[in-house]
């Protein structure tokens, strides 16, 4: 059920991420509050449903920022074995919802924090960011490519994806859809 659940957020995510682009309006961005997702997500090849690299690659084309708060309460010291490993669950989902955040170029605000700092931030970085352009020398090999991005100047802070998603070369998509 939870591995289900997390297929139909990451569907809907996905589906608002290209309306969101649809509508043309510049840099968009979702507020999601989850205190993470299942581990147990099926990859996307395996059956037809988009993944978490599904979701990124549409965040990034759509221009789209995901940010993630996690609305529970600061995780406390594990009293035995069973909350042991509860704890550890948590913090694999909790950790898997920071960096799909992360790769869309938002945040995540971890439990316990402050959520109205978090939105604060939300609001400052649609108001003001600088939209880069980078044109590869290879363009549509289909891959993740790494980029970085920094700054000179000094106290800046600097945010972005941690790279992109080529397009697939269009006779791949013709014998993928096959």
């Known amino acids: 059920v939870r591995a289900a659940r997390a297929q139909i957020v990451m569907s809907g995510l ?16 979702v507020v999601l509050m989850s205190e993470g997702f299942t581990t147990d997500v099926p990859r996307a090849r395996e059956r037809r449903l988009p993944d ?9 084309r759509f ?20 909350a042991a490993t509860d704890a550890d669950t948590a913090s694999e989902t909790s950790t898997l919802i920071q960096s799909l955040a992360r790769d869309t170029g938002g945040d995540a605000v971890a439990a316990g924090q402050d959520l109205t700092s978090g939105l604060r931030r939300v609001a400052n970085d649609l ?7 980078y044109k590869a020398n290879n363009p549509n090999d289909g891959r993740f490519h790494t980029l970085e991005v920094t700054s000179s100047r000094r106290g800046a802070h600097v945010r ?11 006779e791949l998509r013709t014998t993928y859809r096959s």
Do not use: H, I, K
Request: no cysteine; proline share 8%.
């Open 127 to 133: 108001d003001s960011y600088y939209v880069l352009t």
């Open 14 to 29: 996905r589906a608002l991420a290209a309306r969101m682009g649809e509508l043309n309006g510049g840099l968009g961005a």
């Open 63 to 82: 221009r789209v920022l995901l940010y993630a708060f996690d609305p529970g309460p600061v995780p406390t010291a594990a009293l035995s074995d069973v």
């Open 52 to 60: 978490l690299q599904a979701l990124v690659r549409a965040a990034s």
């Open 160 to 170: 972005a994806r941690s790279g992109y998603w080529a397009p697939v070369p269009a």
